[in-house]
C-alpha cells in the first residue's frame, strides 16, 4: 500500500521530460573544436538516462524520505536489548567541534595531547564502571568488544600451555555470544535455562571440567532479570580455571549499583552506543570498549593510551601490550562515539549514573505493571531495566501475534518493542523503555497495547495502515534486496 507519492517513489519515476534544476547557457566550444578534443566515437549523441526534475522536486523528495524513519529524537522507541536512550544534544555540539572533527590520527602525539587525555579518562572511568582495571577502546561494537576479548583469553591460555577449547553460554544468550566464541576458534556449548529463565546451576557443573576456556553471561540476562547466582556461578568457572565473560549490553540497569568484577566477571564489553549514548540503529558507528582482570591486560589490542606524569605535568601517549593479540580496528577505535560516551560520563558523575539505572528499571517495572493483565510475563516477579512479555494469550485467543501488535504500534506512533527474541519465550515482546521517558509516555503506550489488543485479527494481520509501506513479505524483504533501479 503506497501513500506519499513525492516520498515513496524514485527520483527515475518522478521525472518529468525537460524539468531541469538548472538552465546553463547554451556550450560556447565549438562543435569542430570538441571533436578534435575528443575522437568522435568517444562523444555520446544522448544525454544520460538520468531523472529530469527540479531542484525543490528533489529537495521535497529526500526531506520527505527522511521523516518516514523513525527514531529517539521522534518516536519512543522501546526497542529491548538495544537500548534505545536519548543523545543529549549537547554532547552532539561538543563532540563537532574544530579541535575535535578536525583532528587526525596521524598527528604527531604532541599535538592531540587533549585528545588522548579524554580517552585515558575514558578509559580509567570505564575500569571503574565495570571493576575490572585493564581497558581497550579499540572495538567498533558490543560483537566485536566480545570477540576481541575472547581471543585475550585464548592467547592467556595458549601462554600457560593449556588447551581450552569449550565457551558455554545459557540458551536466552544474544547471538553474538555463539558467533564470536565461534570465529574465535572455540566449540560452543549452549546450556538449558532454569524454569524461571537464569543459569541453570546442575547444566553448567556437568559441563565444567578442564577444557572450559570461558563461560560468556548477560547480566541482567536477556530476560530482564538478574543472575542473583552470579557470584558462585564464577566461582564454578575460576574452581576448574576457566573465565567468566559478562556481555555488558545491559548495563543500563546496573551503573553505579553494582560492578562485573565485583560479582566475578573476567572480562566485558560496553556498548558505547547503547548504555553511554551514542547515536545508533540501522548499522551505524557503535564502540564496544572492552574492561579485563590485570592478568589479561599484557593481551589487548594496542595502542592503549598511557599517562606519564613528569615535572613538566602529564603526557599521554600510546602503547601496545607486550603480549598483544594485534590491532581490531584502525587508530583508537571509533573516537566520534567513544567521545559522546566519555561527555555523557562527565556530564551525569557518579551519582547521576546510578540515578540513571535507578530511573531505567523503574520505568520498566512500572510498564510491565500496567501491561500485566494483557501481556503476561512468563519469567520473574520484578524486573530490571527490560521485560520480557509474551503474546501468547491473545495469540490463543484472539489470533493475535507478537507480531501483528509490533506492527499496529506503528500506525500509533510508536516503535515496536523487540519481537521473538530471546527465542525462550513464546510469541516474545521485549520491552525496554529507557529512563528518560516520562510517566505519560509509558501510560500512552499502554494504552495503545489495550486498544490494539481489542481490534479485529483480520485488521491487525494487514498492520500497519498509516506508513507508506504496509507489511512487507519478511524473509523476501531480507533476503531479495533490490538495490539497483532498472527501466
Ligand atoms: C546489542 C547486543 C549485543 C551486540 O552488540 P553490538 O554492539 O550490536 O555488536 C550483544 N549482546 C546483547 C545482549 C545485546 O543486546
Not at 613538566?312 to 601496545?320: F, H, K, Q, S, V
Not at 523503574?362 to 510498564?367: D, F, R, S
Request: charged residues 20%; negative net charge.
Amino acid at each position: 500500500m503506497m501513500r506519499n507519492r513525492q516520498a515513496t517513489n524514485l527520483l527515475f519515476e518522478l521525472s518529468e521530460p525537460g524539468r531541469r534544476a538548472a538552465i546553463y547557457p547554451a556550450c560556447d566550444v565549438p562543435h569542430r573544436t570538441m571533436n578534435e578534443l575528443l575522437p568522435s566515437h568517444q562523444l555520446t549523441t544522448q544525454s544520460p538516462p538520468l531523472p529530469e526534475l527540479t531542484e525543490p522536486d528533489v529537495i521535497r523528495h529526500f526531506t520527505n524520505l527522511s521523516t518516514l524513519n523513525m527514531s529517539v529524537d521522534t518516536h519512543f522507541y522501546p526497542l529491548g536489548s538495544c537500548t534505545m536512550k536519548y543523545n543529549p544534544k549537547r554532547h552532539e555540539r561538543l563532540c563537532s567541534l574544530p579541535g575535535i572533527v578536525d583532528l587526525h590520527p596521524y598527528q604527531d602525539e604532541a599535538s592531540q595531547q587533549g585528545m588522548l587525555a579524554a580517552l585515558y579518562e575514558l578509559q580509567q572511568m570505564l575500569g571503574e564502571i565495570a571493576g575490572l582495571p585493564a581497558v581497550s577502546l579499540q572495538p567498533a561494537a558490543g560483537a566485536h568488544g566480545e570477540m576481541t576479548a575472547l581471543l585475550c583469553a585464548a592467547a592467556y591460555f595458549h601462554d600457560r600451555g593449556e588447551k581450552r577449547t569449550k565457551v558455554l553460554f545459557p540458551a536466552s544468550a544474544h547471538g553474538t555470544n555463539p558467533a564470536s566464541a565461534a570465529i574465535a576458534g572455540f566449540e560452543c556449548i549452549q546450556l538449558k535455562d532454569t524454569p524461571n529463565g537464569l543459569v541453570n546451576l546442575d547444566e553448567l557443573k556437568a559441563q565444567l571440567d578442564e577444557n572450559t576456556a570461558v563461560f560468556m553471561i548477560t547480566n541482567p540476562n536477556t530476560l530482564g532479570i538478574f543472575e542473583r547466582d552470579i557470584p558462585k556461578i564464577s566461582q564454578m568457572l575460576h574452581d576448574v580455571g576457566g573465565l567468566v565473560y559478562i556481555d555488558g549490553a545491559n548495563m543500563n540497569a546496573i551503573l553505579g549499583i553494582t560492578r562485573p568484577g565485583d560479582f566475578g566477571g573476567d572480562m566485558m564489553h560496553y556498548n558505547v552506543h547503547k548504555t553511554f549514548t551514542g547515536p545508533h540503529g540501522s548499522g551505524g558507528p557503535g564502540a564496544g570498549p572492552i574492561a579485563v582482570r590485570d592478568f589479561l591486560a599484557d593481551y589487548l589490542p594496542g595502542p592503549v593510551v598511557t599517562k606519564t606524569e613528569s615535572s613538566e605535568g602529564a603526557r599521554y601517549g600510546l602503547n601496545t601490550p607486550p603480549k598483544s593479540v594485534g590491532r581490531v580496528r584502525s587508530h583508537f577505535g571509533n573516537v566520534g562515539i567513544l567521545l559522546r560516551g566519555y561527555c555523557y560520563l562527565r556530564t551525569l558523575g557518579a551519582a547521576g549514573l546510578k540515578a540513571v539505572s535507578e530511573q531505567a528499571v523503574l520505568n520498566a517495572n512500572y510498564l510491565r505493571e500496567k501491561l500485566l493483565d494483557l501481556l503476561p510475563v512468563p519469567h520473574g516477579e520484578r524486573c530490571m531495566h527490560e521485560f520480557v512479555a509474551s503474546a501468547e494469550k491473545p495469540k490463543n485467543e484472539k489470533g493475535i501475534s507478537a507480531l501483528d501488535i509490533a506492527k499496529r504500534l506503528l500506525d500509533f506512533g510508536f516503535y515496536a518493542p523487540t519481537v521473538y527474541f530471546p527465542l525462550v519465550v513464546p510469541e516474545a515482546m521485549m520491552v525496554e523503555p529507557t529512563e528518560t521517558e516520562s510517566k505519560a509516555t509509558l501510560d500512552a503506550f499502554a494504552d495503545a497495547i489495550r486498544e490494539i489488543l481489542g481490534e479485529s485479527s483480520e485488521f491487525l494481520h494487514d498492520a500497519p495502515h498509516a506508513t507508506p509501506v504496509s507489511r512487507p513479505n519478511e524473509v523476501q524483504a531480507g533476503r531479495q534486496l533490490v538495490l539497483s533501479w532498472k527501466p
